[in-house]
């Protein structure tokens, strides 16, 4: 089992910043993927991006490629995504996951673990 904890999430400024924070516990020792999605009202799950354990290797949707960045601090056994240049259009429920796999993907449905998700809201 995988226990994930997001947190960071906020009201900001459309421009602004915002670091958020996936913290995880449990069977952290096993080599898995971490991904960020995010879930707009009336909106289906998006994938934003990931990140792999074993090379950090990452990708991101369009949507946000250029502005978004994944990192992890695996002494922490946490992952990262700092947002930045905001946009309205941002504003979504964000969920980190975990896939207990070395196998990286952008599909929901491949992901073992989630988070509740945090907040975060982008006022134009």
């Known amino acids: 089992q995988v226990q994930l904890v997001e947190s960071g999430g906020g009201l900001v400024q459309a421009g602004d910043s915002l670091r958020l924070s996936c913290a995880a516990a449990?069977?952290?020792?096993?080599?898995?993927?971490t991904a960020w999605f995010r879930q707009a009202p009336g909106k289906d799950r998006e994938f934003v991006g990931f990140?792999?354990?074993?090379?950090?290797?990452?990708d991101y949707a369009d949507s946000v490629k250029g502005r978004f960045t994944i990192s992890r601090d695996n002494a922490k056994n946490t992952v990262y995504l700092q947002m930045n240049s905001l946009k309205h259009e941002d504003t979504a429920v964000y969920y980190c996951?975990?896939?207990?796999?070395?196998?990286?993907?952008?599909?929901?449905?491949?992901?073992?673990?989630w988070g509740q998700g945090t907040q975060v809201t982008v006022s134009s």
């Open positions: 996951a975990a896939r207990l796999s070395w196998r990286t993907s952008p599909r929901a449905d491949e992901y073992d673990y």
């Open positions: 449990g069977r952290t020792s096993r080599n898995y993927v």
């Open positions: 990140i792999s354990w074993n090379d950090r290797s990452t």
